[in-house]
């Protein structure tokens, strides 16, 4: 028996006191994620349940039970505190997926401070931006990504302490930098968790929108009665389930459900901190027995391109529920997954701004291969016009994703930027910037993003972060980047560039330019391929027309050209 049970009769007397209560939330009474994640989870009979298995690439293997994860956490926390870190501090977490990760999360937390996971593989600019932006406090970091922190220290004075947690003793640390190694410090029993409420700030994510800076997204602790009911009803999460998230922390999936969600529901979850393999993939389904799966397109494409074969050689019977988020779910998928694995994977869709699933497929209700399925429950979701934002009452027409603001897991800001913020909202709806259709039987299929944000693999990519990267390099005069479409990834990052004078297109530059873009932002940004143009197509007032490239990229019809060269007007 699934936990939601029938998802018309949840439907039908939904209220958010439900998840409240299964919490022991009190209305206007102290909530903390961090204590709710592990000191609760304890006090309700489970301390010495495995809460969390890790294994790295090497093999090595580490456990930790909910008494573990409660004295980890409390130690972290306790570190920050003596630091002097206070309330609402940014503490930025820098890490691969090691247990420090999860661990320190829940401490940052615990303190009342708010935790910002940034993804380890962010090259220095990257990292800058949204340091600078969020004015970090502290970061919290592996040995090895210091290289990156380094070089950019000088500009970040708001920067006091670099925690290192696998510094060599022998090695001299640097100007501000500090070791904390969790093995070698005594576990802080008792600790005194910061009182803090509904609305007090817990995580900022960083998301990437078409212009401008990436934007800090600021949630509260009031975010886990969505992210906790969320897991228990989409996700499934029961008490023997041995859970497997494969995002990792630096986005919101790797959060929301590959820490809040799965903690507070006290299962136990496994974490791989190794690249990308099917082998390596279905042999930790089958060593830890993974019961329940939660991954993302990109990853089920790259198991399909590694064919059936290969899924013979292992034993995973013990998968019971399938899940994936993070863009389009293609119909092909769902029914690969069904017939190898024996169940289909279920979309599900959000994004960092809404902190939980919003519209989703569910375990017993009938799957539409392609479609997103139907809002949770406690979720108004509609598709309304882009000019008058009306909602459409026509099934199959297409028009904007929005959603009845009021869920508990919703953003409350964007980081100092009240107005980008503001401009998400319109006739009372959030609108998340997506299109889709809403079929007869209410079920939402996906048409495409709302604008120029490159969804490559899952991740949101800025074309005008990689546009600004590109125009650092020497060489480089003008750039314009799109999408193009990718088997696997769905969509990749494309580069058109002009150069300056002096400089001529070759093999070497094209890889120059690739790598240069992949250091300054991350192995994501990086342009999978770049045309060189003599000019690239302009506005008579000479602004760059994406979307002239976009529409060659996809072969799409690039519309008329004229209204184009007047849109700067
Ligand atoms: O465009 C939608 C796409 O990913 C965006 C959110 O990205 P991000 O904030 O990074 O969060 C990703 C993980 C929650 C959305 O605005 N997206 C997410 N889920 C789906 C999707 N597109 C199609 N189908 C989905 N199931």
């Given at each position: 028996?699934?936990?939601?049970?029938?998802?018309?009769?949840?439907?039908?007397?939904?209220?958010?006191?439900?998840?409240?209560?299964?919490?022991?939330?009190?209305?206007?009474?102290?909530?903390?994620?961090?204590?709710?994640?592990?000191?609760?989870?304890?006090?309700?009979?489970?301390?010495?349940?495995?809460?969390?298995?890790?294994?790295?690439?090497?093999?090595?293997?580490?456990?930790?039970?909910?008494?573990?994860?409660?004295?980890?956490?409390?130690?972290?926390?306790?570190?920050?505190?003596?630091?002097?870190?206070?309330?609402?501090?940014?503490?930025?977490?820098?890490?691969?997926?090691?247990?420090?990760?999860?661990?320190?999360?829940?401490?940052i937390l615990k303190i009342g401070a708010i935790a910002q996971p940034l993804f380890s593989a962010f090259g220095d600019e990257s990292l800058f931006i949204r340091l600078e932006n969020a004015w970090t406090r502290a970061?919290?970091?592996?040995?090895?990504?210091?290289?990156?922190?380094?070089?950019?220290?000088?500009?970040?004075?708001?920067?006091?302490?670099?925690?290192?947690?696998?510094?060599?003793?022998?090695?001299?640390?640097?100007?501000?930098?500090?070791?904390?190694?969790?093995?070698?410090?005594?576990?802080?029993?008792?600790?005194?968790?910061?009182?803090?409420?509904?609305?007090?700030?817990?995580?900022?994510?960083?998301?990437?929108?078409?212009?401008?800076?990436?934007?800090?997204?600021?949630?509260?602790?009031?975010?886990?009665?969505?992210?906790?009911?969320?897991?228990?009803?989409?996700?499934?999460?029961?008490?023997?389930?041995?859970?497997?998230?494969?995002?990792?922390?630096?986005?919101?999936?790797?959060?929301?459900?590959?820490?809040?969600?799965?903690?507070?529901?006290?299962?136990?979850?496994?974490?791989?901190?190794?690249?990308?393999?099917?082998?390596?993939?279905?042999?930790?389904?089958?060593?830890?027995?993974?019961?329940?799966?939660?991954?993302?397109?990109?990853?089920?494409?790259?198991?399909?391109?590694?064919?059936?074969e290969i899924i013979n050689k292992f034993d995973l019977s013990s998968l019971r529920h399938l899940a994936s988020v993070g863009e389009p779910l293609n119909p092909e998928a769902v029914i690969w997954s069904e017939k190898?694995?024996?169940?289909?994977?279920?979309?599900?869709?959000?994004?960092?701004?809404?902190?939980?699933?919003?519209?989703?497929?569910?375990?017993?209700?009938?799957?539409?291969?392609?479609?997103?399925?139907?809002?949770?429950?406690?979720?108004?979701?509609?598709?309304?016009?882009?000019?008058?934002?009306?909602?459409?009452?026509?099934?199959?027409?297409?028009?904007?994703?929005?959603?009845?603001?009021?869920?508990?897991?919703?953003?409350?800001?964007?980081?100092?930027?009240?107005?980008?913020?503001?401009?998400?909202?319109?006739?009372?709806?959030?609108?998340?910037?997506?299109?889709?259709?809403?079929?007869?039987?209410?079920?939402?299929?996906?048409?495409?993003?709302?604008?120029?944000?490159?969804?490559?693999?899952?991740?949101?990519?800025?074309?005008?972060?990689?546009?600004?990267?590109?125009?650092?390099?020497?060489?480089?005069?003008?750039?314009?980047?799109?999408?193009?479409?990718?088997?696997?990834?769905?969509?990749?990052?494309?580069?058109?560039?002009?150069?300056?004078?002096?400089?001529?297109?070759?093999?070497?530059?094209?890889?120059?330019?690739?790598?240069?873009?992949?250091?300054?932002?991350?192995?994501?940004?990086?342009?999978?391929?770049?045309?060189?143009?003599?000019?690239?197509?302009?506005?008579?007032?000479?602004?760059?027309?994406?979307?002239?490239?976009?529409?060659?990229?996809?072969?799409?019809?690039?519309?008329?050209?004229?209204?184009?060269?007047?849109?700067?007007?």
């Amino acid at each position: 028996m699934s936990n939601i049970g029938s998802y018309e009769e949840r439907i039908r007397d939904f209220s958010w006191s439900i998840s409240e209560k299964e919490l022991g939330y009190n209305p206007g009474g102290i909530i903390n994620i961090g204590w709710l994640c592990s000191d609760r989870i304890c006090e309700l009979g489970k301390a010495q349940k495995t809460g969390l298995i890790w294994e790295n690439a090497s093999g090595v293997v580490k456990k930790f039970t909910y008494n573990d994860i409660r004295l980890a956490s409390n130690t972290i926390g306790q570190f920050l505190r003596d630091l002097g870190i206070k309330p609402e501090d940014r503490i930025c977490l820098f890490m691969d997926k090691i247990p420090e990760l999860y661990l320190g999360f829940l401490g940052i937390l615990k303190i009342g401070a708010i935790a910002q996971p940034l993804f380890s593989a962010f090259g220095d600019e990257s990292l800058f931006i949204r340091l600078e932006n969020a004015w970090t406090r502290a970061i919290i970091t592996q040995k090895k990504h210091l290289p990156k922190i380094r070089k950019i220290l000088d500009k970040m004075p708001f920067l006091e302490f670099i925690i290192i947690v696998d510094q060599d003793p022998l090695k001299p640390l640097q100007s501000r930098e500090i070791a904390f190694d969790l093995k070698n410090i005594p576990k802080v029993e008792v600790f005194e968790i910061c009182p803090t409420r509904a609305e007090s700030p817990s995580v900022l994510h960083y998301t990437s929108g078409t212009t401008g800076q990436p934007k800090g997204v600021k949630h509260v602790h009031y975010s886990i009665i969505s992210q906790y009911l969320t897991s228990k009803w989409v996700l499934d999460l029961q008490d023997d389930d041995i859970y497997w998230c494969t995002a990792d922390p630096g986005w919101v999936t790797g959060t929301s459900y590959g820490i809040i969600g799965a903690f507070s529901n006290g299962v136990t979850q496994c974490v791989l901190d190794a690249g990308f393999s099917a082998e390596s993939w279905y042999r930790f389904i089958e060593k830890y027995r993974i019961t329940m799966w939660y991954s993302a397109p990109t990853a089920i494409r790259s198991l399909m391109k590694a064919g059936d074969e290969i899924i013979n050689k292992f034993d995973l019977s013990s998968l019971r529920h399938l899940a994936s988020v993070g863009e389009p779910l293609n119909p092909e998928a769902v029914i690969w997954s069904e017939k190898v694995f024996g169940k289909p994977f279920l979309d599900t869709y959000w994004q960092t701004e809404t902190g939980s699933i919003m519209i989703s497929n569910y375990p017993g209700m009938k799957i539409k291969p392609g479609s997103m399925g139907k809002p949770f429950p406690g979720i108004t979701a509609t598709v309304v016009s882009p000019d008058t934002y009306e909602s459409f009452d026509v099934p199959g027409k297409i028009g904007l994703i929005a959603l009845k603001p009021g869920w508990p897991s919703m953003m409350r800001m964007y980081w100092n930027n009240e107005e980008t913020y503001k401009n998400k909202f319109r006739n009372g709806w959030y609108l998340p910037g997506d299109r889709s259709s809403i079929d007869t039987d209410g079920y939402f299929w996906f048409v495409g993003r709302d604008d120029d944000v490159i969804n490559t693999g899952g991740h949101l990519v800025s074309p005008f972060e990689v546009e600004s990267a590109l125009l650092e390099h020497p060489a480089v005069a003008e750039s314009a980047v799109v999408s193009k479409p990718d088997f696997v990834n769905m969509e990749v990052v494309k580069a058109f560039v002009s150069l300056k004078p002096g400089y001529q297109p070759s093999k070497e530059l094209d890889l120059e330019i690739m790598n240069f873009v992949r250091k300054k932002l991350s192995p994501l940004a990086m342009p999978q391929e770049i045309e060189f143009m003599d000019s690239l197509p302009k506005t008579r007032s000479g602004k760059i027309m994406r979307r002239i490239l976009h529409a060659r990229e996809w072969g799409e019809e690039v519309g008329d050209t004229s209204t184009l060269e007047d849109d700067d007007k």
